[in-house]
């Protein structure tokens, strides 16, 4: 497929993904990223001494990754050292209970038994249950190009059309949770998953329960010099493709010809191409850099978008060995938070509260003797709320919450401080609403409504990146960078482009 040119718009994890993908099939590929370096909303914040991954801050399903090096011919060791984490999370309930969320499924079933009302084999029926959901979708939902009805063709498809009450599509995440657990503490945590594709555990299909078992059974990991080494690995084995860059270069059109690409125009020129690769926000996409009029994400209805989130990078005095790299500090009121991030487009004011210590793994994160506690709550995707008014109000409320909970005055320890709100979130990727997974899975159908990641209406264009399919999150905008990637490799292949 040489003197095939293909433009990469954004070099997030999916563009760098679909970027990799195409030169290795020997297509001349050229990215343009507005941002000075690549990685997208996996980025680094640095101030005062202290390094913060700024987004993503987890990572689950690693063989993505690996297969993707894998298929270059690499040997990911080389790239990018992931390591495997003993405890997920530790999380800490408003009436005193601590949860140790062990990696190792026997000491956390029995950590569960120990600490509450719940059984050690309710959560093993569960995250068989949750197993079972995996088994019966991966490979049509996130392993494969999303066809329509063309999907379904095949033996395997049809068992899971046949099995539509195992992958529980008519309950909610909750109420199939509640009929496995009777313990508050224990729903509450297995319905926070919703929240890792920005979605509403009281309104999401129960079909998301499959997130519990890529975390608990397949396992949860950190990479070596913390998740910003996962887009410079990207970065590197792309430039060792032949890969090219532009960073600081705004792509403002995306121009069609007899329903094929033909351009782009960016740095004030038109640059001619076989072939667009989008990994800006596809909501973004259609109302700023391409006509289609009948698309249907044009119409998607303005409610449907993931939620955003609030992060306080603090650069903080001390070391507090009650918390791990991954703390929760939940909420009374679980419910009312997703009213309020969903129906009242508030940031909750007694927020669920995530803090990630990266420096904990990666000393150098942090000056001697200190910590860098990144500090997230979830919000409401950006309707021009009063996001400075907002996080300072929340700023109060975490601060309160930290120390009823952990006993820290943290008020004198924070020595440093950036915040992140999703106004910001827009601005820096175009996330459309500064949404972090494109369209929430809130409704039970919304997963099909996903951009598709080849055009229905232009030949060359492909779409990656969490607002296409398979979805947010990094494993999957990775295997959205692949799907992207192979559908234009057919389409050479065809002679359709
Ligand atoms: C606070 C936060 C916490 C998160 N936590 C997790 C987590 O723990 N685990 C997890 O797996 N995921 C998490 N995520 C989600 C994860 O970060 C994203 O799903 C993933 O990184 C998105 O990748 P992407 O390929 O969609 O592109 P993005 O990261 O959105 O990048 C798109 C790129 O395209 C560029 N671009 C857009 N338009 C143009 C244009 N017109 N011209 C040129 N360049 C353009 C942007 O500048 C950007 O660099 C989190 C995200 C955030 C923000």
Redesign the pocket.
Known sequence: MTNKKVIV?????????AAIKAAKTGCEVVV????DK?????GTVEVDGFRFD???????MPFVIENLFKDCGKNIEEYLKLKPLDQSCKYFYPDGTIINAYSDTAKFAAEIEKKTHDKADDVYRFLDYSKDIYDLTADLFLFSQFRGVKSFLNGKALKTLFNLRKIDTSRSMDEAIRSFFKDGRVVQLFNRYAT?NGSNPYEAPATLNIIPHVEHNLGAFVPEGG?KSIPEALYKLALELGVSFHFN????RIYYKNKKIFSVH?NKHDQFCNAVIC???VF??YR??INLPGSRQKKVHDDDFSS??L?FYWGVKGKHEELGVHNILFSENYYQEFVDIFDRKVTPLDPTTYIYISSKYNTGDAPAGCENWYV?VNAPFNYNQPWKREAEEIREEILLKIERTLNINLRDKIVSERI?TPDL?EE????FRGS???MSSNGRYNAFLRQRNRSKEVAGLYF?????HPG??????VL??MHAADALTEDFNRGLI
């Open positions: 718009i954004g070099a997030g994890l999916g563009g760098l993904t343009y990223e507005k941002n690549p990685g997208g909303k996996a700024s987004g993503p801050t987890l990572l689950t890792y998740i270069s705004v792509v403002e960016v990994n800006s926000d973004y996409a700023n850099l955003s989130a992060v997230m992140l979130i820096q990727t175009f996330s972090l997974y494109g990656c990146g969490g607002s296409a947010g999150g990094m494993p999957l905008v959205s960078g």
